[in-house]
């Protein structure tokens, strides 16, 4: 499988010179910039979205912090799981770099020797981005947004088919959806006990396991005062 796509008039080969053309005629600071954006810049942000996304629901707390929590921490743990399941499909595949292959290619990183299909990067940044919309809708699609990107990224620095990246962006999202039910069913429970410990417990929940009872108290102590207040009118 070694040749797969190296047929200049296959159409996946002619988008990799479509979009990497790009490359060649943008200011080479542009490259730079997209080089950093493709190979770090967009997994950070995505990161930073689903710790961004944690933050919130911690401090929020209430009785589903801990699934909330929970279905976050599949999120790394889910692109983890996506590129090892890659290993063997691509020592399957045995695809090239297209650059070891096409001549006139733009490659604005260097040292990618290893195997092309399917992109790690690709399925690394999907798997992210599909396990956080799971936990929450609007930072599932921002961070699906700049997964999208990153895959162009991949083709425009020159270092992957279109091909590698829509493999990694089936595999990510594969294996975030697949594997999603057993992961609650699996963390769940641990970020429960971790929200019931008093040591640790911020971390699931600011408020504490108990904190949704008194969110409506606008100051400590309200609820138990109103409540002394109508037991003494009873009484009277």
Same mark, same amino acid.
């Given at each position: 499988?070694?040749?797969l796509?190296?047929?200049?008039?296959?159409?996946?080969?002619?988008?990799?010179?479509?979009?990497?053309?790009?490359?060649?005629d943008?200011?080479h600071w542009?490259?730079?910039v &997209?080089?950093?954006?493709?190979?770090?810049?967009?997994?950070? %942000?995505?990161?930073?979205? $689903?710790?961004?996304?944690w933050?919130?629901? @911690?401090? @929020?707390?209430?009785?589903?912090? !801990?699934?909330?929590?929970?279905?976050?921490?599949? =999120?790394p743990?889910?692109?983890? $799981?996506?590129?090892?399941?890659?290993?063997?499909? @691509?020592?399957?595949?045995?695809?090239?770099?297209?650059?070891? +292959?096409?001549?006139?290619?733009?490659?604005l990183?260097?040292?990618?020797n290893?195997?092309?299909?399917?992109?790690?990067?690709? +399925?690394?940044? &999907?798997?992210?981005?599909?396990?956080?919309? $799971?936990?929450?809708r @609007?930072?599932?699609? =921002?961070?699906?947004?700049?997964a999208l990107?990153?895959?162009?990224?991949?083709?425009?620095? *020159? $270092?992957?088919?279109? +091909?590698?990246?829509?493999?990694?962006?089936?595999?990510?999202t594969?294996? =975030?959806?697949?594997?999603?039910?057993?992961? &609650? %069913?699996?963390? +769940?429970?641990?970020?429960?006990?971790?929200? /019931?410990?008093? /040591?640790? *417990?911020?971390?699931?929940? !600011?408020? *504490?396991?108990?904190?949704?009872?008194?969110?409506? !108290?606008?100051?400590? *102590? !309200?609820?138990?005062?109103? %409540?002394?207040?109508?037991? /003494?009118?009873? %009484?009277?």
């Amino acid at each position: 499988m070694a040749g797969l796509a190296e047929s200049g008039s296959n159409p996946d080969v002619e988008l990799l010179y479509d979009i990497n053309g790009l490359a060649k005629d943008a200011p080479h600071w542009f490259d730079r910039v &997209m080089e950093f954006v493709g190979e770090y810049g967009l997994l950070f %942000a995505i990161v930073l979205l $689903v710790l961004w996304c944690w933050w919130g629901v @911690r401090r @929020r707390g209430g009785e589903d912090a !801990a699934s909330s929590v929970a279905a976050l921490l599949w =999120a790394p743990l889910a692109a983890g $799981v996506a590129v090892l399941v890659n290993v063997p499909i @691509r020592g399957f595949v045995e695809r090239p770099r297209p650059f070891k +292959t096409h001549d006139g290619l733009e490659v604005l990183v260097d040292g990618k020797n290893d195997f092309s299909f399917v992109s790690d990067h690709a +399925t690394l940044v &999907m798997a992210l981005a599909v396990a956080l919309f $799971v936990a929450h809708r @609007r930072f599932g699609i =921002a961070a699906i947004v700049l997964a999208l990107f990153g895959g162009f990224a991949r083709v425009y620095m *020159g $270092v992957h088919y279109p +091909t590698d990246v829509v493999g990694g962006f089936a595999l990510g999202t594969a294996v =975030a959806l697949l594997l999603s039910p057993l992961a &609650m %069913a699996l963390l +769940t429970p641990l970020t429960r006990a971790i929200e /019931r410990s008093p /040591r640790v *417990g911020w971390l699931v929940s !600011a408020r *504490g396991p108990e904190g949704a009872a008194g969110r409506g !108290a606008v100051i400590p *102590g !309200a609820r138990k005062e109103s %409540a002394e207040a109508g037991e /003494r009118d009873l %009484a009277a």
